[in-house]
């Protein structure tokens, strides 16, 4: 372990057990480590160095965090994150050089997977993500603190990737010209979601806003053991958290694939995921609100190819990129899964009111 990491793991209530930290995940975000006990029974943990530039207010997120793990406490038991506290107390450390780190109880026996590999998976999914949302629906208290203030809105998302364009500070908005094209010429339609919230048709909810399908711990029985990255729980429309697991679920290639011809849409997993999922929301989903499921799973491809976008032209500054150009492959490959979700728009339309009609 490096002398830093093993320094960071002792300000933590692990009973000093543990010897050394590994990279686990493929988050795009956190550094994340796992930290084995040598300590034979003893529990694993994970270990996480917090992306401070993308939460800029650190001690507001773990209190969210808190919040929920305590409240889905109550609900579902075991099936909840659990922190893991300093030796102070405190849900977080500042290291010397200004680096937050936060601690888990490690899920042993589980696993998350970047593309599912079977439908019972997309329904466990489906169910997880559903049943958070539906045991949030009841979270005590005030709204949670907008983490990323105006994350999944796309207005602002659009302003972030105009601004960046008109001054293109590293010449590269000649090469993604199409790229361009195609986010305006659907620029006015995707607002849709935020127009039906101000209108007051749809509300506001606690959702996750990160429910990408390796956000969910699943067992070797390919149960849903555990909806992790909380980060992002706050205030958000139910189509936001349904379309994203969407697009990173039925995806027949990877969210960066770079041979777009691979790139295609896996129906039944889509057919399995929202039958979960509507088996944990239909009692308490409005009509307005299940109108906008399929909505959503347009936006968040858009979305995230927008953000991944801007995030190309302005000089990788958000996303950890493994190469250059990765940006601008992850942006073309969701733009082409989008594609293929318009073209199967009415589709998708009937399975959800098959879904629906099921549960
Ligand atoms: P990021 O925001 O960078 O995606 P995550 O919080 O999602 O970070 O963690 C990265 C990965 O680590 C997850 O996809 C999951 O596979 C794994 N993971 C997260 N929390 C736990 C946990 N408590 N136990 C086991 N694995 C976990
Ligand atoms: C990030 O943290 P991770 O890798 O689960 C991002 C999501 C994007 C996703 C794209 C806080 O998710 O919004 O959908 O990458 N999280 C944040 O893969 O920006
Ligand atoms: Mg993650």
Not at 11 to 36: E, K, N
Request: hydrophobic fraction near 40%; glycine fraction near 10%.
């Amino acid at each position: 372990m490096l002398p830093h990491l093993s320094a960071v793991v002792g300000q933590f209530r692990t009973g000093g057990t543990c010897l050394a930290a590994v990279p686990h995940g493929t988050g795009h975000i956190h550094d994340t480590f796992r930290v084995p006990n040598a300590r034979p029974g003893g529990p694993d943990y994970l270990l996480q160095r917090i992306n401070h530039r993308v939460f800029a207010r650190v001690p507001e997120l773990m209190d969210n965090i808190r919040r929920v793990t305590e409240h889905l406490r109550h609900h579902a038991g075991r099936l909840t994150l659990t922190l893991v506290p300093t030796r102070e107390g405190k849900n977080y450390y500042q290291d010397d050089g200004g680096s937050y780190w936060r601690m888990y109880l490690f899920i042993a026996g589980a696993r998350s997977y970047d593309l599912a590999q079977t439908t019972g998976q997309a329904y466990q999914g489906g169910r997880a993500f559903g049943q958070f949302g539906a045991w949030l629906a009841d979270l005590p208290g005030a709204p949670l603190v907008e983490t990323i203030p105006d994350f999944h809105n796309v207005e602002t998302r659009l302003g972030a990737f105009r601004e960046v364009l008109k001054t293109d500070p590293l010449g590269r908005a000649g090469e993604v010209a199409r790229e361009i094209d195609f986010v305006e010429a659907r620029a006015a339609e995707m607002p849709t979601l935020l127009r039906l919230g101000r209108a007051g048709t749809i509300p506001l909810r606690t959702t996750h806003n990160d429910t990408k399908f390796n956000n969910v711990l699943l067992d070797a029985e390919g149960q849903a053991r555990c909806v992790v990255d909380l980060d992002t729980v706050m205030p958000g429309y139910v189509g936001y958290d349904f379309g994203d697991s969407i697009r990173t679920l039925v995806n027949t290639a990877a969210e960066d694939e770079a041979d777009l011809g691979k790139i295609g849409l896996h129906l039944p997993f889509f057919e399995a995921y929202a039958r979960g999922f509507l088996e944990e929301t239909a009692h308490f989903l409005t009509p307005a609100e299940r109108n906008t499921l399929a909505f959503g799973c347009r936006l968040l491809p858009f979305l995230m190819g927008l953000r991944f976008l801007t995030d190309h032209l302005g000089g990788d500054l958000y996303y950890k990129i493994h190469f250059e150009g990765h940006n601008r492959q992850r942006a073309r490959a969701q733009f082409r899964l989008l594609e293929c979700l318009e073209a199967q728009y009415s589709t998708l339309q009937i399975l959800l009111d098959q879904a629906a009609g099921k549960s």
